[in-house]
């Protein structure tokens, strides 16, 4: 079924050995001089890729990175198997290959084939893995879903520049007294990949948010409008501070962050579909009773977003996750032409 670890590992090394690559696959630059954080780490991480994946990374051709936390904690089971799937025929569809990214049987898992996505979905207790769990996790050989944070980080390690996912976390509301921030945004001011989100979550404070992403020096680029979105509506009420309108836009901005040796990656913050939003009178008074019940049951930490996105899911008779299916889609085809944007710049 999978190659050998070891095979991989040599395949990894190989890469970089040979000095490639251009910005525009592989997030770890090998030029000399150039800012290059996942390079010595992916000599000796524990990759394992699906021998599709591996084969469009080898090739130079367009790869997505999908997140697996939105899998096992953001979508109710059994849907959340048949989304798994669509979005990555949605990748394929718009021309490039699916990677979706979760930690099995020790190893990073690059790509996941039926049977073990299948485990993935059916397992009890899956971890949601950030940046602090990953070690751990790989190391007592546990199942877990990684989260953006920890997709980020494999996707770099792996090679891959582009990562599509649903919302990203941020700042919860209450954090001045929870102190409740996503690293996910810090982890987009140091690992070189872009992300592509309906934006935020709204659930979170999108101000708080947005102010946090400048501190950190990360681009948070709305496509195609001038709002920033708020992943089930299109218009936060908020501006974003930067606006692009075309995959080839945005992959420029992707090579030109590498080209000036800054780290990080950017936030692509893509609206949902007219037909699929819920404007923002609509879901804000949905939010806030979430909020309240999850305040009531003195929900905390990892436990909070996952809650939150049950709750308005149920409180809007599925509404709310035919809207976040629909938004991780049209995220899932624009990765893809960002992906494929960036190869032909490569070449
Ligand atoms: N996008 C979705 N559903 C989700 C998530 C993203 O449509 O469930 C997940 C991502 O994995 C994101 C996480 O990193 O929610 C944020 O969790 P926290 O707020 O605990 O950092
Ligand atoms: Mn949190």
Do not use: Y
Not at 124 to 141: I, M, N, P
């Amino acid at each position: 079924m999978w190659p050998a670890v070891m095979h991989e590992r040599r395949a990894v090394m190989t890469r970089s050995a040979k000095g490639r690559i251009e910005s525009g696959r592989v997030a770890g630059p090998a030029r000399p001089g150039e800012h290059s954080p996942g390079r010595d780490r992916s000599h000796s991480a524990p990759l394992r890729f699906a021998p599709e994946v591996r084969a469009a990374l080898d090739a130079g051709t367009a790869v997505v990175a999908l997140e697996s936390t939105l899998i096992t904690h953001g979508l109710p089971f059994p849907r959340n198997h048949e989304v798994a799937l669509a979005v990555e025929a949605e990748v394929r569809a718009a021309g490039a290959v699916p990677a979706t990214i979760a930690v099995l049987d020790g190893c990073i898992q690059v790509g996941l084939d039926a049977p073990t996505l299948d485990r993935l979905v059916h397992a009890r207790d899956v971890a949601k893995l950030s940046r602090a769990d990953l070690a751990v996790c790989l190391v007592r050989r546990g199942i877990g879903a990684t989260t953006v944070a920890a997709t980020m980080i494999c996707a770099q390690l792996a090679g891959i520049a582009v990562f599509a996912t649903g919302g990203i976390g941020g700042v919860h509301r209450g954090a001045e007294s929870s102190f409740d921030v996503s690293a996910d945004l810090s982890e987009l001011a140091q690992t070189p990949v872009s992300v592509v989100a309906a934006g935020a979550k709204a659930i979170l404070d999108l101000g708080k948010t947005l102010e946090v992403l400048e501190t950190l020096g990360v681009p948070v680029i709305a496509v195609g409008q001038d709002a920033f979105p708020a992943f089930w509506s299109r218009d936060s009420g908020l501006r974003a501070p930067l606006r692009l309108d075309t995959p080839t836009e945005l992959a420029a901005a992707h090579r030109m962050r590498r080209a000036l040796g800054l780290p990080g990656g950017q936030l692509i913050a893509n609206p949902v579909p007219v037909p699929d939003e819920i404007p923002r009178a609509q879901i804000e008074p949905i939010i806030a009773v979430a909020l309240a019940d999850a305040a009531a049951e003195g929900i905390a930490a990892k436990a909070v977003t996952p809650f939150l996105l049950r709750r308005i899911h149920e409180l809007t008779g599925g509404r709310a996750l035919a809207s976040n299916v629909a938004l991780v889609r049209n995220n899932a085809r624009l990765a893809a032409a960002v992906a494929i944007a960036l190869c032909a710049a490569a070449t």
